[in-house]
């Protein structure tokens, strides 16, 4: 059983930056791929960006590339998603997610879900 605990949510301006963190209970935390999705008021859950257990690997939504980093310390058990340059479009819950061997990715159903934690982007 894994329980995932996101943080580093909050409001800030348009061009600001936040750093999200997902802490994660439960053992063997490398052998999961690790990811954040985000829904935005009205919208459908999607895929945000996702790591592998080694780290090695990093995938991202087209709307984000270039302006979130996605990143994970195993000793510490905790991935991270460095958001840069945030526009309005942005605003929305962001959920960590964890999935067992294998990718986080847009077509992907994780094994597990954070409670997600609230950005707000103002203009």
């Known amino acids: 059983q894994v329980q995932l605990v996101e943080s580093g949510g909050g409001l800030v301006q348009a061009g600001g930056s936040l750093r999200l963190s997902c802490a994660a209970s439960?053992?063997?935390?490398?052998?999961?791929?690790m990811g954040w999705f985000r829904q935005g008021a009205g919208k459908e859950r999607e895929f945000v960006a996702g790591?592998?257990?080694?780290?090695?690997?990093?995938d991202y939504a087209d709307s984000v590339k270039g302006r979130f980093t996605i990143s994970r310390d195993n000793a510490e058990k905790t991935v991270y998603l460095q958001m840069n340059s945030l526009t309005p479009e942005d605003t929305a819950v962001y959920y960590c997610?964890?999935?067992?061997?294998?990718?986080?990715?847009?077509?992907?159903?994780?094994?597990?879900w954070g409670r997600g934690t609230q950005v707000t982007v103002s203009s």
């Open positions: 997610a964890a999935a067992y061997l294998d990718y986080i990715r847009a077509n992907l159903i994780p094994n597990y």
């Open positions: 790591i592998s257990g080694s780290g090695g690997r990093k």
């Open positions: 439960g053992r063997f935390f490398s052998s999961y791929g």
